[in-house]
């Protein structure tokens, strides 16, 4: 995935909703019209982890991001981070379940011409109680609309968000 990419309560709603269009029933140019997102702002990955599907929605924190089909309260969490090399990560699955084994620890953000970056628990902010530690939360949407986890992860001066990198998970 080459991509240059960019709380609780309605906000979940929102960004679980939109993840599951995203990752489980889209193509880029479907999701960016559901969304409002540039489809350089945004990636998903789909990975298979204990024989369920995980999907997980990446978008670059950015103030065109700002500008998509973002609930007020995500705006308000999201607004200190922009500019700030920041990445909103939401993983979920199809099912309902309290936890998943998502480990925040295993991303990789490769990019040409700096070491990669594997981020460690200090990287990452928990929008959602429990992110790093896989706590998923069931869909305020209602469970047709699985569960999820939300989270940012702060790449400083590892990785420059403007500039095309590679996000890999697992």
Not at 120 to 138: C, N, P, Q, R, Y
Request: proline fraction near 6%; glycine fraction near 10%.
């Amino acid at each position: 995935m080459r991509k240059n990419l960019f709380g609780r309560g309605y906000v979940l709603f929102v960004m679980l909703l939109l993840v599951q269009l995203v990752v489980f029933a889209g193509t880029p140019e479907q999701v960016a019209s559901k969304t409002g997102l540039d489809q350089d702002l945004f990636a998903t990955l789909n990975v298979q982890v204990n024989g369920t599907k995980l999907g997980v929605f990446i978008v670059a924190v950015t103030e065109r991001a700002l500008h998509s089909r973002v609930s007020e309260k995500l705006l308000e969490t999201l607004r200190p981070y922009v500019g700030k090399n920041v990445l909103y990560v939401n993983p979920t699955v199809e099912s309902v379940v309290p936890s998943f084994p998502f480990h925040p620890g295993d991303f990789k953000v490769t990019q040409d011409g700096v070491p990669d970056f594997v981020p460690t628990a200090s990287d990452w902010m928990e929008i959602s109680k429990g992110f790093l530690a896989g706590v998923f939360v069931l869909n305020p949407g209602g469970a047709s609309y699985g569960s999820g986890s939300e989270g940012l992860l702060l790449m400083d001066g590892h990785i420059d968000i403007t500039r095309p990198f590679t996000v890999s998970y697992g």
